[in-house]
């Protein structure tokens, strides 16, 4: 099994700033299979990047994903308040189809 | 739009079986993989979980650590597919979603997501 480990676990920063979030895999991840999620409280998470840096239909050229082998980012260039929330990264390069544990984006 | 929308007990008791339905609208089941997805509700944090996916077919695979009390099935007929869990204990408490998969095009990623459904495995 492919373990996804993703820091820092909480972030804290100021709207307008620009975020970094890591994804680690335990072994090598065929970026093609590397996707990125966003879940606010009470709701179910929403597709922000697949392929490792393609956006989802409707997702603000704000959020950006690169990455390549063992180590993925997913980058908020500058904060919006609505982007404060949980963000994921899953992978299915080998089954089974793995999640992260999640980086919390708070505010500051 | 396509959407997926949740729906079984929300009580389980222990060592029974856990029955879920997710009912698509909006589109067509065809081309796609359709999977369960759990979150665990315990510190420290919230994982999800993949329990397995079901293509349009009917072909399936599922998460190793709970291949022998995992069930998905489709009808596409009924534009549905369905989870069944056995033997249930309270680590099986969670938020179950079913979501959609394009496939090979998207990497597996899930692009449409139900709400959610809170399961509670208690007597």
């Known amino acids: 099994e492919i373990v996804l480990t993703q820091f820092p676990g909480t972030l804290s920063l100021s709207p307008g700033h620009r975020a970094t979030l890591s994804c680690r895999a335990s072994?090598?991840?065929?970026?093609?299979?590397l996707a990125w999620y966003q879940q606010k409280p009470g709701q179910a998470p929403r597709l922000l990047i697949y392929g490792a840096s393609n956006r989802a239909t409707g997702i603000p050229d704000r959020f950006s994903g690169s990455g390549s082998g063992t180590d993925f980012t997913l980058t908020i260039s500058r904060v919006e308040p609505e982007d404060f929330a949980l963000y994921y990264c899953q992978q299915y390069a080998g089954s089974p189809l793995t999640f992260g544990q999640g980086t919390k984006v708070e505010i500051k | 739009q396509v959407q997926l929308q949740e729906s079984g007990p929300g009580l389980v008791e222990p060592s029974a079986a856990l029955s879920l339905t997710c009912t698509v609208s909006?589109?067509?089941?065809?081309?796609?993989?359709w999977s369960w997805i759990r979150q665990i509700r315990q510190p420290p944090g919230k994982g999800l979980e993949w329990l397995g996916y079901v293509y349009y077919s009917g072909s399936t695979n599922y998460n190793p650590s709970l291949k022998s009390r995992v069930t998905i099935s489709v009808d596409t007929s009924k534009n549905q597919f369905s989870l069944k869990l056995s033997s249930v204990t309270a680590a099986d408490t969670a938020v179950y979603y079913c979501a959609r998969a394009p496939g090979y095009a998207s990497g597996w990623s899930h692009d449409s997501w139900g709400q959610g459904i809170l399961v509670t495995v208690s007597s």
């Open positions: 072994q090598n991840v065929d970026s093609r299979y």
């Open positions: 909006g589109g067509s089941m065809s081309g796609y993989y």
